[in-house]
């Protein structure tokens, strides 16, 4: 099962993107859905996550505040709208999906990966 991500690209400090990850109908509407994000010499770390049902977010502490996931689960699509770019937030980012309603913020615990799009924040 493939995810599908994409949004990604070169921005300027401060300005925003928007990110967007389709599924397989079966795969996208049987559980939650996050986002991760990986940089050069860094581990893959959380970003945000969104329960089945839409009613449960959650998000890293570095960009809370700044960006918002979103669903629609009739368009068997996900979201992440990042507002505030930093440099810091230069990254691979990958949308992924696990079997379960509940959210999770570790990235073992998803069954399914899209193959990522990169994110360039520029000073």
């Known amino acids: 099962v493939q995810l599908q991500a994409s949004g990604g690209g070169l921005v300027q400090a401060g300005n925003s993107l928007r990110l967007s990850c389709s599924a397989p109908g079966r795969t996208f509407s049987s559980g939650a859905m996050g986002w991760f994000r990986q940089a050069p010499g860094k581990e893959r770390e959380f970003v945000a996550a969104?329960?089945?049902?839409?009613?449960?977010?959650s998000y890293a502490n570095s960009v809370k505040g700044r960006f918002t996931i979103s669903r629609d689960n009739a368009k068997s699509s996900v979201y992440l709208q990042m507002n505030s770019l930093k440099p810091e937030d230069t990254a691979v980012y990958y949308c992924?999906?696990?079997?379960?309603?509940?959210?999770?913020?570790?990235?073992?615990?998803?069954?399914?990966w899209g193959q990522g799009t990169q994110v360039t924040v520029s000073s």
């Open positions: 969104i329960s089945r049902s839409g009613f449960s977010t």
């Open positions: 992924a999906a696990r079997s379960y309603s509940d959210i999770s913020v570790y990235w073992r615990s998803y069954h399914y």
